[in-house]
């Protein structure tokens, strides 16, 4: 988290900045993404340019925000651009399930800071209120439908605004979801039929499906083979499904919560 991956594009920043303009990569959720795409505007492959990317465990920042990203014709110069693993085609299901939630609240975390620092008001602007240069947060699409300038419709529809943007100003902080935090809450059992190690947590029960995943788990957390207990596969199988039970409740409460903030 907090990497920094310099983007090619960049350009001097002369207006001050108004807007934080919330994108999708058109690329798939996964640990990785982030990085990916912020190697990608390394490359300079594409003229294109973010301040900022983030997955469900990484913030890349790409940029400083006294520089101009190339992301948002009509707000590039005046815009923070802030890139989400996902598609602007994404039902509220899927902006509901735990990869998504652990991103937003990343997101959030991050995106309150910068636009603090900045002087940016911790609010959505309807198009009419980007149309008349007023300061807050904005989809991409807004940016397209107010300045006629490109045709990208991310972050899509169903991106959950009132969720994310209460994750920004705090309001609906007690809807955050622990999942930021999964890997605190992480243990691991090894079968003592199968010698196969699981990493548990309060919703997954995952197979480390090698020793070098193992090992290399161990190592990004910090861990001790230690921590380490045996158990029978018949209590493990136990374990697991308590986690899928708890985990239905959770994608449920989500759904719930974002169907209630739209
Ligand atoms: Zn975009």
Request: hydrophobic residues 40%; contains cysteine.
């Given at each position: 988290?907090?990497?920094?991956t310099p983007a090619h594009y960049i350009a001097q920043r002369d207006t001050p900045c108004r807007v934080m303009v919330i994108?999708?990569?058109?690329?798939?959720?996964?640990?990785?993404?982030?990085?990916?795409?912020?190697?990608?505007?390394?490359?300079?492959?594409?003229?294109?340019?973010?301040?900022?990317?983030?997955?469900?465990?990484?913030?890349?920042?790409?940029?400083?925000?006294?520089?101009?990203?190339?992301?948002?014709p009509g707000c590039n110069s005046d815009g923070y651009q802030v890139e989400h693993a996902g598609y602007a085609r994404q039902?509220?299901?899927?902006?509901?399930?735990?990869?998504?939630?652990?991103?937003?609240?990343?997101?959030?975390?991050?995106?309150?800071?910068?636009?603090?620092?900045?002087?940016?008001?911790?609010?959505?602007?309807?198009?009419?209120?980007?149309?008349?240069?007023?300061?807050?947060?904005?989809?991409?699409?807004?940016?397209?439908?107010?300045?006629?300038?490109?045709?990208?419709?991310?972050?899509?529809?169903?991106?959950?605004?009132?969720?994310?943007?209460?994750?920004?100003?705090?309001?609906?902080?007690?809807?955050?979801?622990?999942?930021?935090?999964?890997?605190?809450?992480?243990?691991?059992?090894?079968s003592k039929q199968t010698n196969t190690i699981y990493a548990v947590t309060p919703y997954t029960v995952t197979a480390m499906?090698?020793?070098?995943?193992?090992?290399?788990?161990?190592?990004?957390?910090?861990?001790?083979?230690?921590?380490?207990?045996?158990?029978?596969?018949?209590?493990?199988?136990?374990?697991?499904?308590?986690?899928?039970?708890?985990?239905?409740?959770?994608?449920?409460?989500?759904?719930?919560?974002?169907?209630?903030?739209?």
């Amino acid at each position: 988290m907090g990497e920094f991956t310099p983007a090619h594009y960049i350009a001097q920043r002369d207006t001050p900045c108004r807007v934080m303009v919330i994108h999708t990569m058109e690329a798939p959720e996964g640990p990785q993404t982030a990085e990916n795409v912020a190697r990608y505007f390394a490359s300079g492959q594409v003229v294109a340019s973010a301040h900022m990317c983030v997955d469900q465990d990484s913030v890349v920042y790409c940029l400083p925000a006294s520089a101009v990203a190339f992301a948002a014709p009509g707000c590039n110069s005046d815009g923070y651009q802030v890139e989400h693993a996902g598609y602007a085609r994404q039902s509220p299901e899927e902006w509901g399930d735990a990869a998504s939630v652990a991103m937003l609240q990343l997101s959030a975390q991050a995106t309150r800071e910068i636009a603090d620092s900045l002087g940016i008001p911790l609010r959505h602007l309807t198009d009419e209120e980007l149309a008349a240069g007023e300061s807050g947060f904005v989809g991409h699409d807004q940016v397209s439908r107010v300045y006629k300038r490109s045709d990208h419709t991310d972050p899509g529809p169903s991106f959950p605004w009132s969720y994310y943007m209460g994750l920004v100003n705090g309001t609906t902080a007690q809807l955050a979801i622990n999942t930021t935090s999964e890997e605190n809450n992480m243990q691991f059992v090894r079968s003592k039929q199968t010698n196969t190690i699981y990493a548990v947590t309060p919703y997954t029960v995952t197979a480390m499906t090698s020793a070098k995943t193992w090992q290399d788990t161990v190592k990004a957390l910090a861990l001790d083979e230690e921590y380490t207990v045996s158990l029978d596969d018949g209590d493990i199988a136990a374990i697991a499904a308590d986690c899928a039970a708890r985990r239905q409740v959770l994608v449920a409460d989500i759904v719930a919560a974002l169907k209630a903030g739209e």
